[in-house]
Nanobody
Framework: QVRLVESGGGLVQAGGSLRLTCATS????????MGWYRQAPGKQRELVAD???????NYADSVKGRFTISRDNARNTVYLQMNSLKPEDTAAYYC???????????WGQGTQVTVSS
């Protein structure tokens, strides 16, 4: 059974930084892609960034230049370094793994990021 567990969320002041980690278990092969999504209250879940097993990355325009996604294929772990945080980055952040034609197959439970002004 595949499990994804996020950590690293919390409360930070605007301009600060956080590093999210998503640890996985239950898969002996690297996921073809892993990513981070977020959902703010009253809004739809949106892609923040994702990364393939080969290291190709994709970012939402709103986080380009501020967030960096990386992964450790040996550990099937994905990270999200978030710098220059803004209040509008406040959301629940979810890890996803195993991209298919219908979207990501596996999801974590989420970790809350709150940025105060």
């Amino acid at each position: 059974q595949v499990r994804l567990v996020e950590s690293g969320g919390g409360l930070v002041q605007a301009g600060g930084s956080l590093r999210l980690t998503c640890a996985t278990s239950g898969s002996i092969f690297p996921f073809n892609a892993m990513g981070w999504y977020r959902q703010a209250p009253g809004k739809q879940r949106e892609l923040v960034a994702d990364i393939t097993s080969g290291g190709s990355t994709n970012y939402a325009d709103s986080v380009k230049g501020r967030f960096t996604i990386s992964r450790d294929n040996a550990r099937n772990t994905v990270y999200l370094q978030m710098n220059s945080l803004k209040p509008e980055d406040t959301a629940a952040y979810y890890c996803a793994a195993g991209r298919t034609g219908l979207g990501y197959r596996y999801w974590g439970q989420g970790t809350q990021v709150t940025v105060s002004s």
